[in-house]
């Protein structure tokens, strides 16, 4: 049979490489607080995507125009349609300047405290891992699950 191959960390393309800078900590201790987040690995998990997001960006600048042309418009709206950017006619300058917080704020956690479905961020966690969440009808239980802008206002609570 061979041995089982362990599946690949996904976080690790968001760790940092000095874990114990101390500027590095508090920031992070301030994001997991304000987000909720339960550990760091969630943390480093939205970095590592806003990591992937900023190098397709640096690498679509770095095509001549006619190659661009057809990459852009789809990847920019993959974006908007995530909700990561406001209008899917910014420029690919602004999707560099993305920050974590923009991935953070799609999280189903946040948007159940944001829209005032929970008295806090962490009453909002709690009702989504116990499956108090629906979305668009159906039960989701992971707190860091991406909501896309179409599905933000089927976000309900059932009772």
């Known amino acids: 049979m061979g ?16 874990i114990w800078n101390k500027q590095l900590l508090l920031e992070e201790l301030q994001l997991m ?8 690995k969630e943390l480093w998990l939205a970095r590592a995507r806003l990591k992937w997001i900023v190098r397709r960006a640096r ?4 095509m001549t125009a006619e190659e661009r042309a057809p990459l852009e418009v789809p990847f920019k709206e993959k974006l908007y349609k995530m909700g ?4 899917p006619n910014v420029p690919l300058d602004r999707i560099l300047s993305l920050d974590v917080r923009a991935i953070l704020e799609r999280r189903l956690q946040t948007l159940v405290f944001r829209m005032g479905l929970a008295k ?11 499956g108090h969440v629906l979305v668009a009808g159906r039960r989701v239980t992971s707190p860091g699950f991406l909501v896309p802008r179409e599905l933000e206002d089927k ?5």
Do not use: C, M, W
Request: net charge positive.
């Open 3 to 18: 041995g089982l191959k362990k599946p690949k960390k996904k976080y690790l393309a968001g760790k940092p490489k000095k």
């Open 33 to 40: 607080g304000e987000y909720g987040l339960r550990n760091k």
């Open 59 to 62: 690498a679509l600048l770095s």
């Open 120 to 130: 806090s961020i962490h009453h909002a966690r709690q009702l989504v891992v116990h």
């Open 155 to 159: 976000i309900t609570i059932e009772q």
């Open 84 to 87: 990561f950017i406001e209008d």
